[in-house]
């Protein structure tokens, strides 16, 4: 579905975000829709929003697909190019956790935010 960028103002974010999913290889169509709600925690509806131009996440979720979509946060909400003039940042900090700690916060973000709440303080209680 285009996006008409005239009377959309999501409509760059949302090429964006395509753009880092095809970069990122993530599949598309529903696919992607399920791909990023699964990793994000978030519903379908919600990055089907995202992905047609019609809301853009909260702050905090920006961060957190910026950082696993390896890209900027300037570029991908704005569409301003960091001063490396690369899109793709060289290695994501996600990717320096080992298996286990990918395996801890790939579980975390399936849950909702009261568990995840949870979750947090059961872990700084030990």
Not at 10 to 34: H, K, M, T, V
Not at 62 to 72: D, F, G, I, K, R
Request: charged content about 25%; overall charge positive.
């Amino acid at each position: 579905m285009p996006i008409n960028k005239t009377t959309n103002p999501y409509a760059g974010f949302a090429e964006r975000l395509q753009e880092a999913c095809d970069a990122a290889d993530i599949p598309e169509g529903r696919a992607r829709s399920n791909a990023l709600a699964s990793r994000f925690g978030v519903s379908t509806e919600a990055v089907r929003q995202w992905l047609h131009g019609r809301a853009v996440p909260e702050v905090s979720r920006l961060l957190e697909l910026a950082e696993e979509l390896e890209c900027s946060l300037d570029w991908l909400l704005l569409g301003r190019l960091p001063s490396s003039g690369q899109v793709r940042e060289p290695g994501g900090a996600y990717k320096t956790l080992s298996a286990q700690e990918r395996a801890v916060v790939s579980a975390m973000r399936k849950l909702n935010a009261r568990r995840r709440g949870g979750l947090v303080q059961l872990l700084s209680d030990i």
